[in-house]
């Protein structure tokens, strides 16, 4: 009798540290993929090593990362993004492979947003971002000249301390790119919800050029270990936090005053869709586009939609749109299915249901469509506009409005006021536009975009409404007349 083969699981390396730092590594979590079990090894890390490698990356950003041109960075960031769009790519199938037992996404999503988010760091995009904040992006390497007069030269802390979010794959790369483009040493921790990306782009930041490599660690640990948050802030110039208010205000309240700290809390988005988008020509692929905006990731990216506003006015009604975006909802999770829920966030979205299917039996304007047998997925209607914060989890509240710009908007307005109001993505006539802009800015929107691509945020915008690199930069001015008065100290001085 034949006796089943126990599958040894693969062991992966869920840390990326510069070559001769060494470790002690142990098994942090265990995972299914479809080749069979894995294990995330991650290493053991104290106070006085955390510090070491700290000392270490600071050293060997001196040495090599602080030598380097803008142009240089951009190169070597740019030629690591390109190795990721190909399909052959080992570091990119690995990712693949593993992303979706660890995250619980679907395998098919996170192969295209994967492939779309790597298109941000590309040379050219790379190089608009940065002309973006900077008129001179040569402040970076050298005292340039300034239309006032006087010189100037921005300088990156000398290492950053990044917190990271597990809850979109990749998320990470873009803070990466920015403290190398800043010509800072890099220590990440990451959640072993995704702890995978930011070290897999590390090494191809390393087949791409290894010593720029030596000059970034990735390590994750448990969240809440103030020892070592403590000892990596201290070690840090600047400190960057992405994550819940939770994990911001207990990272801020360790931070000490005068320290560079920057944070990426909760934000809430919508949607908001004119009757124009609502014509019997448009009306498919106007659901479509929004579907896919709340199915990716599943809402739990700080720019998806939590609901979405409905003029009237158009070929159906606001109800009739929240059947027609259920149904498409319901088709997406054949596509893309949804991942698995903890037991309390099942009960957040049961809890919506039956709020609002009590409202609904009591004839207060509200509807209910709901996945059959689950929580897969969940639609509500509203005849009043309002704004509630989702549960997430495909979890949308669509809100009638007899017009956008004097409903929807004055709805949003305490969601603005408590400053977690960000990206609006808008499907209304072009005469409307920059009306709509002016009125949604004012309340606290920083980014407006085409339904469809509201997870894909492009190079240059405004994260959280605020510059991404200048944040971390500081600058030193050569004062109008410094140099002209340094003349005199020249021995053939006339």
């Known amino acids: 009798m034949n006796k089943a083969i126990k599958q040894e699981p693969l062991q992966v390396q869920a ?37 070491s490698i700290a000392d270490e990356l600071k050293r060997r950003r001196e040495e090599y990362l602080a030598s380097l041109t803008t142009a240089d960075v951009v190169e070597r960031i740019a030629a690591a993004a390109e190795r990721w769009l190909d399909p052959a790519y080992p570091h990119r199938q ?37 002309g973006e904040e900077l008129d001179d992006p040569l402040m970076l390497d050298e005292f340039r000249p300034r239309k006032s007069g006087g010189f100037s030269r921005a300088y990156g802390p000398e290492l950053i301390f990044h917190v990271f979010s597990g809850n979109v794959p990749g998320v990470s790369l873009w803070s990466l790119a920015m403290g190398l483009v800043a010509r800072s040493a890099q220590l990440g921790k990451t959640s072993l919800a995704e702890p995978l990306m930011a070290v897999l782009f590390a090494r191809s930041l390393a087949e791409i050029d290894p010593r720029l490599a030596e000059a970034i660690a990735i390590v994750p640990w448990k969240g809440g270990s103030r020892e070592l948050e403590s000892a990596a802030i201290a070690s840090a110039d600047a400190v960057v936090v992405y994550g819940g208010g939770g994990t911001v205000e207990s990272v801020r309240a360790i931070v000490p005053a005068g320290k560079r700290f920057v944070a990426y809390g909760p934000k809430a988005s919508v949607a908001l869709i004119g009757r124009e988008a609502l014509t019997p020509d448009r009306l498919n692929g106007t659901v479509a586009r929004l579907a896919a905006d709340i199915a990716h990731y599943d809402q739990q990216s700080c720019m998806s939609p939590h609901c979405v506003y409905v003029e009237e006015g158009g070929s159906v009604d606001a109800r009739s749109f929240a059947a027609y975006a259920a149904a498409e909802l319901g088709r997406l999770q054949l596509r893309w299915p949804r991942s698995a829920l903890t037991d309390s966030e099942a009960y957040a979205i049961h809890d919506v249901r039956n709020r609002y299917w009590l409202e609904e039996a009591e004839g207060g304007g509200a509807a209910v469509y709901a996945s059959p047998g689950g ?24 809100y009638r409005c007899r017009s956008l710009e004097d409903d929807a908007v004055p709805a949003l307005a305490s969601c603005g006021r408590e400053g977690l109001l960000q990206t609006c993505g808008v499907a209304v006539h072009p005469q409307r536009l920059f009306g709509m802009a002016e009125r949604l800015g004012r309340i606290g929107a920083n980014r407006l ?31 109008r007349g410094t140099e002209d008065d340094a003349e005199q100290y020249d021995p053939d001085f006339e």
């Open 375 to 398: 929580t897969d997925w969940t639609v509500i209607y509203r005849d009043v506009p309002g704004f509630d914060v989702s549960p997430l989890n495909r979890t949308l509240v669509v």
């Open 15 to 51: 840390y990326f540290l510069p070559p001769g730092i060494e470790a002690d590594v142990t098994v942090a979590a265990r995972f299914d993929t479809p080749d069979g079990p894995a294990e995330l090894l991650v290493p053991a890390l104290n106070e006085d090593k955390l510090r």
């Open 449 to 479: 975009c085409p339904l469809g691509t509201m997870l894909q945020a492009k190079a240059g915008w405004h994260h959280d409404g605020r510059f991404n690199l200048i944040d971390l930069l500081r600058f030193a001015d050569i004062e």
């Open 94 to 130: 690995l990712a693949e492979r593993l992303l979706p037992g660890l995250t619980g996404y679907a395998a098919d999503s996170i192969r295209l947003q994967l492939k779309r988010y790597m298109r941000t760091f590309r040379k050219k995009e790379l190089l608009r971002f940065i």
